[in-house]
């Protein structure tokens, strides 16, 4: 891969580096996931949107994961024939599907956290802790930055 054009010193290497970092947490991510049998990075994703929003419709669940209805319903047949989510009509509404992380699917979840969490922290084990508040804010500026950007580096409402 060419590299690419240097507009400031420091940026460039800051740059560089978290590319670096990325790539780490990716081989974590990727690791970690490789330990469930037969379970998509996209089946996962879709856990994970489960277990911070509680249950969600089928829709919602698409739009969240950035896929059409109908691959997410396809997605859910089969968490739901894995017994990882469960599928019920909405009380208020009987045409509305709704979905639910299962027990099975919320503690295959906690886990996979568990151990991408412990290879963060063997990781940051490595580093001197005097070094821990510096890196802290910096990795916090980074994540609210982040947060006003879309996911391809351009201002929010652009």
Known sequence: MPPLP???????E???????VTRVMAEIAARTLAAQEELTVLQYRA??????????????LAEALH?????????CDRLVAKQLIGRNRSVED?????VALADNGRFLVEEVTRGR????????????????????????????????LSPFGVPAGR
């Open 47 to 60: 856990l994970v949107v489960l277990a911070e929003s509680g249950s969600s419709r089928v829709a919602a």
């Open 94 to 98: 009987r045409r509305e599907v709704q």
């Open 117 to 148: 969490l412990g290879a963060i922290r063997a990781i940051l084990a490595e580093i001197d802790e005097e070094r821990y508040p510096a890196l802290l804010e910096a990795i916090a500026s980074f994540a609210n930055a982040s947060r006003e």
């Open 14 to 20: 800051l740059s560089e580096a978290f590319l670096e």
């Open 67 to 75: 896929v059409s209805p109908s691959t997410a319903t396809r997605l």
């Open 6 to 12: 240097d507009t400031d010193g420091l940026l460039a």
